[in-house]
């Protein structure tokens, strides 16, 4: 079967507005790490930032997806065991750790962590599934960690002796291993349900769980601070992080593939810590940049590999 010059610039359309789309949700994800650390200046508690970023997302998806959400509800409703830990895993658990982390460290400390995200995946499937590692993606392995813990240790060797390694730095650790969970998991999502429908089940099961939390953190931790800037906080959360970089990044995986996609993720940490240095004035050091030359170079090797 031929392609027609027709059918041959459709692609190329598709294509390049898939790679459009997949930019614009890294972007507004990048966006995202800004804002909570932004919250910490400006009061605003970590699983309180976490519930009304979903709150305000679910109502774009229920506005948008509630139809086919309820046209899909059987399916989703007999895979819920599925949905409610995936749920936990991310919008719940993810979130307020990654939170929590940007409460105590720089947005450059913790994206750069988190960069390390695609090989921890590919540990996961090794320790999982028993995959096969090659000799030159367990390189990339190194690389990675090595890069990611001279980003913890911030260059200094002595925090190796003394363990002074940062509380934010290890909520940051912890944030990226849940999500690399969730992102091996996905490979598990029920091939029947949609992925928007997925996705407003997801985030209905977050807001759920989250609003005790809520809750419990307003009475017994720290009040909601209902301020111009705190709701202008919300709303970017809500709209751009949680709704339109969702959306965006899911139409665009669904334009160009889930592989091409997949490379599109390690913009994350140069989108993140660009926007805090013009921001929030964050200082670049040495290590941030060597640390995620090694990152990079453990991905290229850890992705970029000949199979036999």
């Not at 499937?125 to 813990?149: E, P």
């Not at 670049?284 to 030359?293: F, K, S, V």
């Amino acid at each position: 079967m031929t392609t027609t010059p027709d059918q041959s610039g459709t692609d190329t359309r598709r294509l390049v507005s898939g790679y459009a789309l997949l930019t614009a949700g890294i972007l507004f994800w990048a966006g995202n790490a800004v804002v909570g650390r932004a919250a910490a200046g400006a009061d605003i508690p970590p699983l309180t930032l976490n519930f009304f970023r979903w709150s305000i997302a679910l109502v774009f998806f229920l506005a948008i997806f509630g139809r086919s959400t309820w046209v899909q509800r059987h399916l989703l409703w007999q895979h819920r065991k599925f949905i409610v830990i995936y749920s936990m895993l991310t919008i719940v658990g993810f979130n307020c750790t990654f939170y929590v982390a940007l409460q105590k460290t720089t947005v450059l400390q913790a994206t750069l962590i988190q960069s390390i995200l695609p090989v921890l995946v590919l540990l996961l499937a090794l320790v999982v599934m028993k995959t096969r590692i090659t000799g030159q993606q367990w390189w990339g392995v190194v690389f990675s960690i090595g890069g990611a813990a001279l980003i913890v240790i911030r260059g200094d060797w002595e925090v190796i002796k003394s363990l002074r390694i940062q509380d934010g730095d290890i909520w940051a650790l912890v944030a990226v291993l849940l999500w690399a969970l969730q992102a091996f998991l996905m490979r598990y999502k029920p091939k029947t349900i949609d992925i928007m429908p997925f996705m407003t089940a997801l985030a209905a099961v977050g807001v759920i769980v989250m609003t005790p939390m809520y809750i419990w953190e307003s009475t017994a931790i720290k009040p909601t601070p209902f301020t111009q800037e705190s709701i202008l906080l919300f709303l970017y959360l809500g709209i751009f992080a949680g709704f339109l970089g969702t959306t965006a990044w899911n139409e665009g995986t669904y334009r160009t593939g889930p592989a091409q996609a997949g490379y599109f993720g390690n913009l994350y940490p140069v989108f993140a810590g660009g926007l805090a240095i013009l921001l929030l004035g964050e200082t670049l050091h040495w290590y941030h940049m060597l640390g995620a030359g090694l990152v990079v170079a453990g991905i290229w090797l850890a992705i970029f590999h000949k199979s036999k």
